[in-house]
Each structure stands twice: as structure tokens, then as C-alpha cells.
């Protein structure tokens, strides 16, 4: 009995190009693709001409298994363009009900470079999902490795954004509860960046959670994107609702655990690192206010909106461990006008060297102390007196 040969079913139409996949993919490139699935060059190929191709995908079926594949773009001319499709094919693979399933990537031949750091960063993230490069071997010379947690990929995340500090479409932290922390925007390209990060992220770590950051009037993901994410378990929080908890927090609690807060210190400060000594474990650095929540609250002259507006300010911040939040929340530190740290000279002789000891990062740096970072230490040192304090040795 002769056995069934594998068969392709691609969407022939482009959304908002008037050329056709099928004068894309031609015979040699599908039959590369289904000898490096099936080990088969034969195949048959129908090109559906109804709707269009959402995620650059073809789907092979072959002996009751069903492949996804994702094409690359033929072009490489932009950071995020590159990889708009491939998140919509992601999001098809998981919404099929087939559970003989694989998800595969197949780079075309472009002009461009594969291969720049940013790229690299997606085809780990890529991997981390789940995603088989078929012809990596051919097109690209790193070894691409998935991300084995969180802290790696936030890593290597940070690293990309030192290099191209304008990109600060999405972020990714952990809270004290080791809760991952996704802000993701929800227009244009940064709405397929976030989606792909839930799904890789999802991943390493179950304990997700998706803040929806509104931008050009788009509150949410597209609506299968964000079907697929909350169907794994991930709670997703909406810009409004957020705001709504910002304000019931700011109203009940002076240490405002606010994600509002949290969102705008990483746009300003970048991943949570510790402004006075070298901790980096994120889920024991805090957002710490410098005019604190509890002054801001009794104001009389401004009202609740405004007040909530400088709770919630970037500017009004800075990362700090545990330990110097505390002494920062206690005045035993003091940042004066030209950002220099000092101590309370009035503790006893063990907290000093204690605190010495502790405080490396003698200086808040230049690029923080901005003219509204200047306003709110001004209003936070209203209150105290720097000849109370020694320069941090």
C-alpha cells in the first residue's frame, strides 16, 4: 500500500501586499522543508486563495502529525519588523487542537544582517517556546541556545536596551514574590514582541503575569494573542485596571505597590539594580519614593489626581535593595543636591561601618538626577538637616 506523501496548506494572500506565497515559496524551498521535517522531498502543496496569511505560515501535515512553519521575512530592514509575523504563527500552533504538533522557523534568503544582538535575543526567545530553527545551520554562525530562566533572559534583555536605549517597548521583572512581571505594549510592533515574551517566558516560569501598557488607543493584545495567553494561566491586567488599583493602593497604603510605578521606573532606570550597592536580584529591590507617599498625602493645596501624579512619577524614584530602602525610609541616608550619599552621623559606631560597608555607589549618577528628580529631593529634604550627616566612606 503506497503511503500517504506530506502536504502543504499555505494561505496564498499577503494582507497588504498584492504578490502571492506561492511566488515566494517555490518547489526547492518546500522541498527543503518537508526533507528537514519528514526526511520526504515528495510532497503536494495546496495555496488557499480565501482570507490572507496570518504569521507567514505554511502548514505540513505528514502521518497524522501537523507542522507549523514560519517564514522569515526576505528584507531585514528593521529591529522590530522582522519579527511581527512569526508571534501570529505561535498563536495559531497553540490555538490548534492537535496535539502531534511542532512549531518551526525557516529562514528565506535576505539581505541584511541575521544576526545582530537583538536578533539573536528573539531566536533565543524563540527557542525558549518552543520553536525549532529548521535551516539555522545554514543562515546563521552563534549557536542559539533557549533561555533557561528568567533571570538570564532579563539579562541578556537589559544588555540588548544598554545598546539601543530608544527601544523600551516592553519589560520584564520579578516582585518579591517571584512573580514574573511582563509591561507590554499594545501597539504596533511591540504588540508581537509582548506576546512572544508570554509565551517564551511561560516557559521558564509558570508564575506570570502580563500588565497591558495602552498606547495609540489600543488597550489590549489582538484578541487571539491575548485568548491563547490567559488559556496557559497568565493573569493580564489592562492599563485601566491598573490605574484602578494604583489608586485604592495610593488611597490605603503609604508604600504604594503600584505597577504604574513600577512600569515608570524601568522606563527611567532600566531593570532593577540597586542604586547604592551591586544587588541585582530583583525580587529584593524595590521602587523606593524619594518625596515620599506619605508627605505627598497630606498636602492640602493640590488634589487626589495630582497627588497620585507624583506618587506614580519615574522621577520620584529610585531602585534600592531591602536593606538601604529601609535606611533610606528611615534617614539614615541622605542624597543632598549634587547627589552625593550620606549617613546619619548621630547611630551607633556598628551601624556606621555597617552601612559604609554596604553603601559601594557613593553618587547617584548624573543621567538620574533629572530637574523634576531635583524638585522631589528638594521636597524630601525639606525636612532634614545635612550637617546631620557624613559623607558614606
Known amino acids: 500500500m503506497r503511503m500517504p506523501i506530506p502536504h502543504f ?18 518547489e526547492d524551498i518546500l522541498t527543503d ?12 502543496v495546496a495555496f488557499d486563495n480565501t482570507g490572507y496569511n496570518k504569521g507567514r505560515l505554511a502548514i505540513l501535515e505528514y502521518q497524522g502529525n501537523t507542522s507549523y512553519i514560519s517564514f522569515s521575512e526576505t528584507e531585514n530592514t528593521g529591529r522590530n519588523s522582522s519579527f511581527q509575523s512569526f508571534p501570529s504563527a505561535l498563536v495559531s500552533y497553540h490555538r490548534a487542537g492537535n496535539l502531534n504538533k511542532e512549531i518551526y522557523f525557516y529562514f528565506l534568503p535576505s539581505e541584511g544582517n541575521n544576526e545582530t544582538p537583538y536578533f539573536i535575543f528573539m531566536y533565543r ?19 542559539i541556545t533557549p533561555f533557561n530562566s528568567v533571570s538570564d533572559l532579563i539579562a541578556q534583555r537589559d544588555l540588548n536596551r544598554g545598546r539601543n536605549r530608544g527601544n523600551s517597548s516592553t519589560y520584564v521583572t520579578v516582585d518579591e514574590d517571584d512573580t514574573v512581571q511582563i509591561f507590554g505594549k499594545t501597539y504596533g510592533a511591540s504588540k508581537y514582541e509582548t506576546t512572544l515574551l508570554c509565551l517564551a517566558i511561560y516557559e521558564v516560569n509558570s508564575k506570570v503575569e502580563l500588565y497591558e501598557i495602552g498606547e495609540g488607543g489600543l488597550r489590549e493584545l489582538p484578541e487571539l494573542a491575548r485568548e491563547v495567553i490567559v488559556s496557559l494561566g497568565i493573569r493580564v491586567i489592562t492599563s485601566d485596571l491598573v490605574i484602578e488599583r494604583d489608586q485604592e493602593e495610593f488611597e490605603n497604603n503609604d508604600s504604594l505597590r503600584s505597577p504604574t510605578y513600577i512600569y515608570n521606573l524601568l522606563e527611567k532606570l532600566g ?16 521602587g523606593a519614593h524619594i518625596w515620599p507617599v506619605a508627605s505627598i498625602k497630606r498636602l492640602r493645596d493640590i488634589n ?4 497620585l501624579q507624583s506618587a506614580l512619577d519615574g522621577n520620584n524614584g529610585l531602585w534600592l535593595c531591602n536593606n538601604h530602602h529601609k535606611l533610606f525610609d528611615i534617614d539614615y541616608l541622605y542624597i543632598n543636591e549634587e547627589g552625593v550619599i550620606k549617613y546619619k552621623s548621630t547611630i551607633p559606631r556598628g551601624y556606621e561601618e555597617y552601612i559604609c560597608g554596604l553603601t559601594v555607589k557613593r553618587q547617584i549618577p548624573g543621567n538620574i538626577m533629572t530637574a523634576n528628580f531635583l524638585q522631589y529631593l528638594e521636597k524630601r529634604n525639606i525636612r532634614l538637616n545635612e550637617n546631620d550627616y557624613s559623607l558614606v566612606r
Open 125 to 143: 526567545l524563540m527557542k525558549t517556546a518552543g520553536t525549532i530553527l529548521l535551516n539555522e545551520d545554514q543562515y546563521l554562525e552563534n549557536d
Open 304 to 307: 487626589q489626581d495630582a497627588k
Open 33 to 44: 522543508v518537508c526533507r528537514r521535517i519528514t526526511g520526504r522531498a515528495e510532497f503536494t
Open 9 to 26: 496548506i499555505i494561505k496564498n494572500r499577503f494582507q497588504k501586499r498584492l504578490d502571492l506565497y506561492q511566488n515566494i515559496l517555490t
Open 271 to 286: 531593570e532593577k539594580k540597586c542604586s547604592l550597592c551591586d544587588c541585582e536580584v530583583p525580587q529584593i529591590i524595590q
